[in-house]
């Protein structure tokens, strides 16, 4: 709810009462969701694609990546359909190349912890592996040709 990870704990006529993963209470007033879209995650057997973005330089290797991403998952036990595993260049900027990983499983509070865990072992292999492919400021052509942060 509005970037808090919570549950419903109570309906009231006028208020819900939400329990957050940190066991704080936010209280919202019934007309709040009548009156603004939101997702319910309450039905534990709905399938949930969990989406990963990384920003990496342009130098990095989306082969490697997508190798990476497929071998860790498939160990990952919060993983459905690990045939059903992808992962592609979704943007791309100046900054770098936005890669996007995508990964089925079973409901969305599993969902949730798959995806943070994904997330960093993913982090863990770019850190540890390739740090060369963090994004890095470049400058704009020089008369002598085009020069990188790390020059």
Same mark, same amino acid.
């Given at each position: *709810?509005?970037?808090?990870?919570?549950?419903?704990?109570?309906?009231?006529? /006028?208020?819900?009462? $939400?329990?957050?993963?940190?066991?704080?209470?936010?209280?919202? =007033? &019934?007309?709040? *969701?009548?009156?603004? #879209? +939101?997702?319910?995650?309450?039905?534990?057997?709905?399938?949930?694609?969990?989406?990963?973005?990384?920003? $990496?330089?342009?130098?990095?290797?989306?082969?490697? @990546?997508?190798?990476?991403?497929?071998?860790?998952?498939?160990?990952?036990?919060?993983?459905?359909?690990?045939?059903?595993? /992808?992962?592609?260049?979704?943007?791309?900027?100046?900054?770098?190349?936005?890669?996007? *990983?995508?990964?089925? /499983?079973?409901? =969305?509070? /599993?969902?949730?912890?798959?995806? @943070?865990?994904?997330?960093?072992? %993913?982090?863990? +292999?770019?850190?540890?592996?390739? =740090?060369?492919?963090? =994004?890095?400021?470049? *400058?704009?052509? %020089? #008369?002598?040709?085009? &020069?990188?942060?790390?020059?």
């Amino acid at each position: *709810f509005e970037g808090e990870w919570a549950y419903v704990e109570s309906i009231f006529y /006028t208020y819900m009462r $939400l329990r957050t993963w940190d066991e704080r209470r936010i209280i919202v =007033p &019934v007309r709040h *969701f009548v009156s603004t #879209p +939101f997702e319910n995650w309450s039905v534990k057997d709905a399938r949930i694609m969990r989406t990963i973005r990384l920003i $990496l330089d342009h130098s990095a290797d989306i082969d490697v @990546m997508r190798e990476q991403f497929e071998a860790i998952a498939k160990e990952e036990e919060g993983v459905i359909e690990p045939d059903q595993l /992808t992962c592609y260049v979704t943007a791309h900027s100046e900054k770098g190349q936005e890669i996007t *990983f995508y990964a089925m /499983t079973p409901d =969305p509070s /599993t969902g949730w912890v798959t995806e @943070m865990r994904l997330r960093e072992q %993913l982090l863990k +292999f770019v850190r540890e592996e390739h =740090p060369d492919w963090w =994004p890095r400021e470049r *400058f704009a052509d %020089l #008369p002598d040709g085009p &020069v990188t942060a790390g020059d």
